[in-house]
């Protein structure tokens, strides 16, 4: 419990900058999860499966995800590269 309060505590203590990159490599991270999970569900079509399973916008997901992350990692790029 002591280390999760010590993380959140350090990355509120980082920049704006840093904590934006932080949120867009989380953010293609889910990317990286959707775009796998629309592969997979691309791969099996049967639509009895499909509706016990039930519908999840992979795609959409994806996208929504991979946009908003390359915007946050492009808006901290000039700040996070200018520090090192």
């Known amino acids: 419990m002591q280390r999760a309060m010590d993380m959140t505590a350090q990355f ?43 519908w999840v916008p992979w795609t959409g997901l994806f996208m929504l995800s991979a946009i908003a992350g390359g915007g946050c990692l492009a808006m901290s790029l000039p700040v996070v590269l200018g520090g090192l």
């Open 12 to 54: 509120a203590l980082m920049s704006d900058a840093a904590q934006l990159a932080w949120v867009g490599a989380a953010l293609w991270a889910l990317a990286a999860i959707a775009g796998y999970m629309e592969r997979r569900r691309i791969k099996r079509r049967n639509l009895d499966r499909l509706e016990q399973v039930g």
